[in-house]
């Protein structure tokens, strides 16, 4: 395990080499405080220009790039508007189909008006905007996801600037966690039923989303969704609070040069099609996964593991993702991007919903510390079980579960135990990580 996510202290973004160019690219139009709380939040956009393609995940499910949603967190006035900025860059093809299919519907109404009552009128042209506006109401947002499909299965692409814009677009802050897992999980929704205009439809939902939010408005709209699968499904990216250095961050030009690097890269998301195995990106998932799983272990953290395997699964996305803007090709710098992705996005929920993750019954208390802490790392070379039971009490865990961890300890070869002694000894192996 690369990283420390237990300090409050954000886990450092590698080095960007080779196959992460457009990465690089983007950032240079961001401040330097938001270079790494941005790098998340571009996926799910870049995601929405992919249309028309699956990849293999390693359970050997295909999933399409669709369903990335992603959370930036940051203080008021904090920056966070860079996002709409770099989105507004990403989306400027998405922006020219829309502008035709607004035209479409706005001769479609001058047509109704200019017909009387007893002359037939004529029917509302189908139109599907890839990039609709944040305020989208429930309706409309079913009524587009349904032409989306009609039209060939394309990704329609939300920014918010607001989390509580969700409520519109999901019919009340009642439906979100629904909406939100259905279109993670690439689901129907909606609902078949009679109206003045005809039948609506359940259409499959092909959404991905950037939210941006203060740290009090994230914990008040998440809330109550921690523990059913809404929280796990959505990346955050956490920017703390930084030191007052009086001066104002500078942004990028944006100029004629950018766009016409930035387009190459688009280029390669718009013509890509068809099913692909990435073997070594799926090889690097199988490798988080038993990290997540030792990190559970050695935290004894359940809603840590729970976590994790939702992490995964988007950090694998956005690996998709990477590989077709590098020309379907994998690299080193690839894969230690795909990782930092995992571990920053569990360290910003945990950086701000520890204590709230806590209060679970469920689930293990420790609303003093802020990421989940390596109880191993906390003892002493030799221990033993009332030491650990000890440390478990400190932490506001039970010490029956003592038992049960040691057994895993020493069944990945974190320890040994001595019968003579009744002793536990951490391993070479352990020490020299």
């Known amino acids: 395990m690369k990283y420390d996510i237990s300090k409050q202290k954000a886990p450092a973004m590698p080095r960007l080499g080779t196959g992460t160019e457009l990465v690089k690219l983007l950032l240079t139009q961001v401040s330097k405080d938001m270079r790494e709380p941005i790098v998340p939040m571009i996926f799910p956009v870049l ?7 699956e990849f293999q995940y390693p359970d050997l499910s295909w999933k399409e790039p669709c369903g990335m949603m992603a959370n930036l967190v940051a203080e008021s006035g904090g920056n966070k508007g860079q996002l709409s900025n770099l989105v507004e860059a990403l989306c400027r093809d998405f922006r020219s189909h829309d502008d035709e299919e607004l035209k479409k519907l706005i001769e479609w109404q001058k047509q109704m008006k200019t017909k009387s009552a007893n002359k037939e009128k004529p029917v509302r042209p189908e139109v599907a905007f890839w990039f609709p506006p944040a305020d989208v109401t429930n309706a409309a947002f079913i009524q587009n996801a349904m032409a989306c499909e009609s039209l060939g299965g394309r990704t329609q692409y939300l920014n918010m600037p607001e989390v509580e814009m969700a409520d519109r677009m999901c019919g009340g802050h009642k439906q979100v966690s629904q909406m939100l897992r259905n279109i993670y999980d690439r689901q129907r929704a909606g609902a078949l039923r009679a109206t003045a205009d005809g039948v609506t439809g359940n259409p499959l939902l092909r959404v991905n989303m950037t939210i941006s939010s203060t740290p009090y408005a994230s914990r008040r709209f998440y809330k109550n969704d921690l523990f059913n699968g809404t929280f796990g499904r959505m990346v955050f990216s956490y920017k703390a609070r930084t030191s007052r250095s009086g001066r104002i961050p500078r942004q990028g030009k944006y100029d004629d040069a950018f766009y016409k690097q930035l387009d190459e890269y688009l280029t390669r998301l718009d013509i890509c099609k068809g099913r692909f195995i990435i073997r070594p990106l799926n090889k690097l998932t ?121 057994y895993k300890w020493v069944f990945r070869k974190f320890i040994t135990y001595s019968a003579q002694t009744g002793l536990y000894t951490k391993t070479k192996e352990y020490l020299g990580r």
Request: aromatic share 8%; charged share 25%.
């Open 47 to 53: 995601g929405a220009h992919l249309s028309g393609v």
């Open 286 to 406: 199988d490798h988080l996964a038993a990290d997540m799983a030792t990190l559970a272990d050695l935290t004894d953290d359940d809603v840590l593991w729970d976590m994790s395997k939702r992490s995964l699964v988007s950090a694998w996305k956005a690996g998709c993702v990477l590989w077709v803007l590098n020309s379907q090709t994998w690299t080193r710098a690839m894969s230690e991007l795909v990782e930092w992705l995992v571990y920053h996005d569990i360290w910003s929920k945990m950086q701000l919903f520890a204590d709230l993750l806590s209060q679970d019954d469920d689930t293990i208390s420790e609303a003093q510390r802020r990421g989940p802490k390596n109880m191993l790392d906390s003892l002493p070379n030799t221990f033993n079980v009332a030491q650990l039971e000890a440390l478990r009490t400190e932490l506001g865990k039970n010490k029956e579960g003592a038992k049960d961890q040691l």
